[in-house]
């Protein structure tokens, strides 16, 4: 069975400051990796794909992918009051089924 | 990114009744769609994945004779909740896969809550 493995928080971090939030997953053969954040009564919204070993920049957010460990991570720079929410790390395999992660949630105070 | 609608946003309605909801990709086809519920502070939860011209592949535990999905076009799923109870007020939340390259990604709708009274 595929796992997708996520720490539900919630993560507390200052405004301003780096929020990390980190995923795991099972299934070796998996190829597509996906960053969802959802607030608090709306449905999730896309918010990084990473395909490929490595780091992955767009705007403030950085997805990072280590396939050899099975893990793929989600760096928020600059963290604002308005990035609180719930984070879903969601993984692709080749049956073509998203496979999610319970979420972290993330609280940036003030 | 790809737009999802749904329809309608919000429903009440009374115990035993049926309640449809609309899934529609707005600026893409999608031969593939799926239907999540979301129970409050809980995580997604698949139901089912529906294709294009056939029948849908529901997941263990999901009663395929109660929610009932139709995807008669490339741009149009539907789920219709019959007879419903209150233990199936939840947030109903569909997908549209998009297929890019060799591999895909899927865009959520904006959700669906429903209260069965």
């Known amino acids: 069975q595929k796992e997708v493995e996520q720490n539900s928080g919630p993560l507390s971090v200052p405004e301003g400051a780096i929020a990390s939030l980190n995923c795991t997953y099972s299934?070796?053969?998996?190829?597509?990796f996906f960053w969802y954040r959802q607030y608090s009564g709306k449905s999730p919204e896309l918010i990084m794909s990473?395909?490929?070993?490595g780091d992955k920049e767009d705007g403030r957010f950085t997805a990072q992918l280590n396939k050899a460990s099975q893990y793929v991570s989600l760096l928020i720079r600059d963290s604002q009051p308005s990035d609180s929410a719930t984070y879903l790390c969601?993984?692709?395999?080749?049956?073509?089924?998203?496979?999610f992660g319970k979420g972290t949630m993330l609280l940036v105070s003030p | 990114g790809a737009v999802v609608s749904q329809h309608p946003s919000r429903v009440i309605c009374k115990s035993g009744t049926s309640v449809k909801i609309e899934c529609r990709s707005l600026?893409?086809?999608?031969?593939?769609m799926f239907w999540y519920r979301q129970f409050p502070k809980k995580s997604l939860m698949l139901m089912a994945t529906?294709?294009?011209?056939?029948?849908?592949?529901?997941e263990q535990g999901v009663e395929k004779d109660k929610f009932l999905i139709n995807h008669a076009s490339l741009t149009l799923s539907t789920l219709t909740v019959t007879s419903a109870h209150p233990e199936d007020s939840s947030f109903y939340i569909c997908?549209?896969?998009?297929?890019?390259?060799?591999?895909?990604?899927?865009?959520f709708g904006p959700g669906t809550r429903l209260l069965v009274l």
């Open positions: 529906s294709n294009e011209g056939s029948k849908a592949t529901y």
């Open positions: 969601a993984v692709l395999s080749g049956y073509s089924t998203l496979t």
């Open positions: 299934d070796r053969g998996s190829q597509s």
């Open positions: 990473i395909y490929s070993n």
């Open positions: 997908s549209a896969r998009l297929p890019s390259g060799r591999t895909e990604t899927q865009y």
């Open positions: 600026d893409f086809q999608a031969t593939t």
